[in-house]
């Protein structure tokens, strides 16, 4: 070999190399620009097109999409021709004091007035309320010595207990701590400024327990109500036991939500949650509702539309799919809320439904068949649920939603992030338990303060709580 031959070989040699470093910067581009493309997706994530929730927003998120808006050129304010609100009056046999107002003179010639009714006359109300003063009952206990030398020590009477703090008053702690959000230093703030009550932080623990024991039997009752309830609503948010995270768990009927803290999300929680009675289960598509019969669940349309369009903003092609998915999915909220509103019958909507249904299978087809990594993947996993995604179109009694076990949610989640959470077992009873009774209580528009008084009232006495169910003729059914 002569020494062109060897040099064309090294240079021969050299090119190869040179082209395999080449393919491999060529293949660690692809990946780089693959991975900036899937941090831009998740930086342009938000509560609007995806499921974080809006607690999770950047700032000026929704200012920008507000601004993405055209602006209305409606003023400020009210409207001409709205009909404007005022307070309502309180019943008249809920007035505890009549004041006549009479005129003595006449305003035209100033002669005196007789004294007589209008038969119609104006009214205004007052509310006011009495400067709040402790009522303080003292109980002397007496030890009496018998004629044979036996001291014999008075009792309490029935329902007093060694609490320093009446039924009214303990409850009332609790619910500003729990159902308010209030922190204990300042309910013990409160209770002094606004009461006349002086307080220790602990005192306000020892009041939180009295009120989490005198509940409980109804708050067990109300989830077996929840459990054999004909449609129910499951959702979780994360909750904070000691620096641990753990799940905030809602299971909601139309009357009656039953809340539960526990260590884990998984299954098994699920299945222990929804109890044998399972009925309709409205969810999202967590893998923890995976093993629930399809036919027998609905899946969160709220959820579905922002994840298509998260796929609408996409770069890659997977955004036709994605527009033509939220105009679909709006469209057909926009029948649902005429249903709903009471303005197209069930069977109307239920015809409109079919090309709809149609055509938002043959878009998710599509979308399972490109190879668009974050598209494919997800239009498979809805597919895997087709089965659960139109039971509100033939069920009058299930929604299209599980808006209704978020908007539960949203109390406990206020919770977590002002207090941190719970830092022992029975700060967990204590913020399940009020969250049940104050969100039932609320949905069947009965007096929460009252409500927990007798609880503690009973729990004196030894007796049963009152019941947090609604009444026998209550509906548990969602309204259409």
Same mark, same amino acid.
């Given at each position: 070999?002569?020494?062109?031959? !060897? ?24 990946? %780089? ?9 998740? %930086? ?41 609100? +005022? ?8 007035? &505890? ?6 005129? =003595? ?64 008053? @303990? ?9 308010? +959000? ?39 009752? *109300? ?31 139309? %009357? ?16 222990? #949650? #929804? ?8 969810? !999202?598509?967590?893998?923890? /509702?995976?093993?629930? &019969? ?13 994840? /298509? ?37 069930? *069977? ?17 087809? +599509? ?12 239009? &498979? ?5 087709? =089965?659960?995604?139109?039971? /509100? ?15 539960? $949610? ?5 919770? +977590?992030? @002002? ?11 204590? *913020?399940?338990? #009020? ?5 039932? #209580? ?6 929460? $303060? ?31």
């Amino acid at each position: 070999m002569n020494a062109d031959d !060897d040099r064309l070989a090294r240079l021969e040699q050299q090119v190869a190399a040179l082209l395999a470093v080449v393919a491999e910067r060529d293949a660690e581009i692809v990946r %780089l620009r693959a991975r900036i493309a899937e941090l831009e997706r998740r %930086l342009g994530e938000n509560s609007s097109n995806s499921n974080r929730p809006p607690s999770t927003d950047p700032p000026g998120a929704n200012r920008e999409r507000r601004g993405s808006r055209q602006k209305s050129k409606r003023r400020r304010g009210g409207q001409p021709g709205h009909q404007g609100r +005022r307070r309502e009056l309180v019943p008249v046999e809920q007035v &505890d004091e009549v004041v006549d107002c009479r005129p =003595d003179r006449c305003d035209g010639c100033a002669r005196k007035l007789p004294t007589v009714d209008d038969p119609e006359p104006g009214v205004h109300q007052v509310t006011e309320v009495p400067q709040p003063t402790p009522h303080v009952t003292e109980y002397r206990i007496h030890q009496v010595t018998c004629a044979c030398g036996t001291r014999t020590r008075g009792s309490l009477p029935e329902g007093v207990t060694d609490s320093a703090f009446g039924p009214n008053l @303990t409850s009332m702690i609790a619910l500003l701590a729990g159902a308010y +959000r209030v922190s204990r230093r300042n309910v013990a703030a409160i209770a002094a400024d606004l009461l006349g009550v002086s307080i220790s932080l602990g005192a306000v623990s020892t009041c939180e327990a009295r009120v989490s024991a005198a509940v409980a039997v109804p708050v067990d009752e *109300a989830l077996t109500h929840v459990q054999r309830a004909p449609v129910k609503h499951i959702d979780a948010t994360s909750w904070r036991h000691g620096g641990a995270m753990c799940c905030l768990w809602v299971v909601a009927s139309t %009357l009656v939500s039953a809340f539960r803290i526990t260590a884990r999300g998984t299954a098994d929680t699920v299945r222990e #949650l #929804l109890g044998r009675h399972r009925g309709i289960v409205v969810s !999202d598509r967590a893998t923890a /509702f995976g093993w629930l &019969d399809a036919t027998r669940r609905q899946v969160c349309w709220a959820h579905l539309l922002r994840k /298509f369009a998260g796929f609408s903003e996409r770069t890659d092609g997977g955004e036709v799919i994605g527009r033509q998915l939220v105009g679909f999915t709006s469209l057909m909220f926009s029948y649902w809320h005429q249903v709903r509103d009471g303005t197209m019958t069930r *069977a109307e909507f239920r015809r409109l439904m079919v090309p709809i249904r149609d055509s938002i299978e043959r878009l998710l087809e +599509r979308g399972r068949r490109s190879r668009h990594r974050g598209l494919s993947g997800s239009c &498979d996993d809805i597919l895997d649920h087709l =089965d659960a995604l139109w039971t /509100f179109v033939d069920r009058t009694d299930v929604p299209p939603t599980n808006n209704h076990a978020e908007q539960q $949610l949203r109390g406990g989640v206020i919770w +977590r992030k @002002t207090s941190g959470g719970s830092q022992s077992e029975r700060g967990e009873r204590f *913020a399940e338990r #009020l969250l049940t009774v104050v969100h039932t #209580l609320r949905k069947q528009r009965r007096h929460v $303060l009252s409500f927990l008084s007798t609880a503690v009232t009973q729990a004196r006495l030894g007796r049963q709580a009152p019941s947090l169910l609604p009444d026998a003729g209550a509906s548990c059914r969602l309204a259409a």
